[in-house]
């Protein structure tokens, strides 16, 4: 057969294949580069099948959705959340995770994710109750789960029969079960439910340190590292009381006895960014940074070990790239890591992160050789770095993770922050390594830092906001910016599981709003703040006033960390525009979370008109026991 005779009968298999298609009832689509559109067959009662495996609790036979090609099924996101709901029944968390990411990839809503995996907590609690014999309350709790992921099923005698099938999968004698009548489900709701299963923060005592500044956030932004410190038996803050008076407290832990001095001086209290720094040496001398934002180094230090009545007068450190400080950060000494100091000499979107490090047996500061973070030599825009607070490992590392800020954008002028990175050190800073341990030439910039989760530009993401490590070593980072599907600001949270970075979104805004303009901005939302427990949960912190006054607080069980709303938890009073301050120190020590906090105002863009009508309020201390 000759070259023509084969297309002519290449083209007729091509023409009987596409007419052997059926109807789009029962095919899906599938656009081809050059428009043309073909039809995929799929089962057209697949969907049908696996919603009845559902109901009757039928976990394997929904795990084997996974060997189907649901990429071009009408109902793929549907059917890849019951592939999740199956997988998550019979143990196999890393499918159930890859098909929940599927899922929402395709479209799924929240929402419906949502109440299938409440579900599935509902029916793992009637599976304890089949193995406690308590058949009726299996019951109720296989009717919730119906109830809740598949809402208008008849959840009563969908229940009965789910429970027999339990009971056979879990090797249970069948006791004959009641037909429930069909009145509203009494079976404690979801929230109770969640509420019952995870402890809860646990208010243990608030101490009054008296009136401050309340002008605006200077004394509650979450950049202070340290605002608030336990070393030993003493814990350590200090705040603003007026623009001529920065107040130093030592608390004693075992009886609240406090040591109280002032330090006299000229304070700018109108710009938020001036806030103070507390860190404190291997001989127990306090170190204190305050009152910069682009200004010369302002530094003490105290003259008598965990004593804050005495001071040095202000001292210059070493001198180099002391000129426009602005964020000074004290990292505190572990093992042989030393105190050290991180800050940004420059501008917003012109600057560069130096180490400074301190030396007990010369009480002398010395700088590293290379500066660490560096967007002051971008072309043809120059960038800053701005980091999350830094964490010291158990082993002695160093860990960053930062955004990177740039030239505004439009006549908004929004704020263009822009990438999450990450870089760790296991020599004090003098060397750093990305997530997959290749080696960084210093010092890090846009051009070579390692970018884990990519943010585009004008996408409302926060700088400055919050890493933990895990028990493992393993950062956890959070922080908002759009959600790709609403547009609207939403928390995040960002973690390396030892493999791969993972990454799900948290609670939303609960309303729209936009970073534009300079200064400090007043936001309906705070950045979040990050802590671990020792048995690696995790608890995000932070103020949304569509929910309320105060602080709120939500947590994620390890080791999936599945985000749920009905696991947050209010914490405090109104706190205005205030920010999560932690005592970091006490909570790695004791799991006591013990937050600074204070009612402020905030001025949009630090427009503060007459300083001496600024309100004052009670700046407090809580301890919250986690249990």
Not at 522 to 549: E, K
């Amino acid at each position: 057969m000759g070259k023509k005779g084969k297309k002519q009968t290449r083209a007729k298999r091509k023409l009987k294949r596409q007419k052997s298609v059926q109807s789009p009832s029962v095919g899906s689509s599938h656009q081809r580069a050059q428009g043309e559109v073909v039809l995929i067959p799929h089962d057209p009662y697949l969907l049908e099948r696996a919603r009845t495996q559902w109901q009757f609790g039928d976990w394997q036979a929904l795990t084997q959705l996974a060997q189907q090609p649901l990429e071009h099924h009408p109902d793929r996101a549907m059917l890849a959340l019951l592939a999740a709901a199956g997988f998550m029944q019979v143990g196999n968390m890393a499918q159930a995770r890859d098909h929940l990411r599927q899922s929402e990839a395709w479209g799924q809503k929240a929402r419906l994710i949502r109440q299938v995996m409440i579900s599935g907590v509902h029916n793992s609690l009637g599976r304890v109750s089949v193995l406690a014999g308590q058949t009726e309350r299996a019951q109720r709790h296989f009717e919730g789960a119906i109830a809740t992921g598949m809402p208008g099923s008849d959840s009563a005698l969908l229940g009965r029969a789910r429970t027999g099938l339990q009971q056979e999968q879990l090797g249970v004698d069948q006791a004959p079960l009641p037909l429930r009548d069909n009145r509203p489900m009494i079976a404690a709701p979801v929230m109770p439910l969640e509420r019952a299963r995870v402890p809860r923060f646990q208010l243990h005592k608030t101490l009054d340190l008296g009136e401050a500044w309340a002008g605006n956030t200077i004394n509650t932004v979450i950049f202070r590292h340290h605002g608030i410190m336990t070393v030993g038996e003493y814990q350590y803050t200090a705040f603003y009381v007026d623009e001529n008076t920065l107040r130093l407290v030592r608390r004693h832990l075992q009886d609240d006895s406090l040591q109280v001095h002032d330090l006299a001086g000229e304070y700018n209290l109108k710009d938020a960014h001036n806030s103070i720094s507390l860190g404190m040496d291997r001989e127990g001398h306090l170190h204190i940074s305050y009152d910069h934002h682009g200004t010369q180094l302002k530094y003490r230090r105290s003259l008598q070990p965990h004593d804050v009545r005495e001071w040095t007068d202000e001292l210059p450190m070493t001198g180099q790239n002391e000129e426009r400080v602005t964020y000074p950060t004290f990292i505190l000494p572990r093992q042989d890591f030393p105190l050290t100091l991180l800050y940004r000499h420059g501008t917003h979107n012109n600057g560069t992160a130096f180490i400074k490090t301190y030396d007990e047996a010369r009480k002398q500061w010395q700088d590293h050789p290379k500066p660490i973070l560096s967007g002051s030599e971008q072309k043809p825009w120059t960038a800053n770095a701005y980091w999350n607070n830094p964490v010291v490992g158990e082993d002695g590392s160093l860990h960053l993770s930062f955004v990177w800020r740039t030239h505004t954008l439009g006549e908004e002028k929004r704020v263009n922050n822009i990438n999450v990175g990450y870089a760790k050190s296991y020599d004090n800073g003098l060397n750093w390594w990305t997530s997959n341990h290749q080696p960084y030439q210093l010092p890090i910039t846009p051009a070579n830092a390692e970018t884990v989760w990519p943010v585009s530009p004008g996408s409302n993401l926060m700088n400055q906001c919050s890493m933990a490590l895990d028990s493992q070593q393993r950062p956890h980072i959070v922080f908002y910016s759009n959600h790709p599907s609403t547009g609207i600001p939403t928390f995040q949270h960002l973690w390396h599981d030892g493999i791969e970075w993972r990454h799900q979104y948290l609670a939303q805004a609960s309303q729209p709003f936009n970073l534009q303009g300079g200064g400090t901005l007043q936001i309906p939302i705070s950045r979040p703040c990050v802590l671990i427990d020792r048995q690696d949960n995790v608890h995000v912190i932070y103020r949304d006033h569509g929910q309320g006054a105060g602080f709120y607080i939500a947590t994620m069980m390890a080791p999936e960390y599945c985000y749920e709303r009905n696991t947050l938890q209010a914490l405090s009073d109104d706190i205005g525009f205030a920010e999560p301050v932690l005592d970091r120190e006490r909570w790695n020590s004791e799991n006591i979370l013990a937050i600074i906090h204070q009612y402020n105002d905030q001025p949009n863009h630090d427009r503060i008109i007459n300083s001496g009508e600024i309100k004052r309020s009670a700046v407090f201390i809580s301890d919250y026991s986690w249990a």
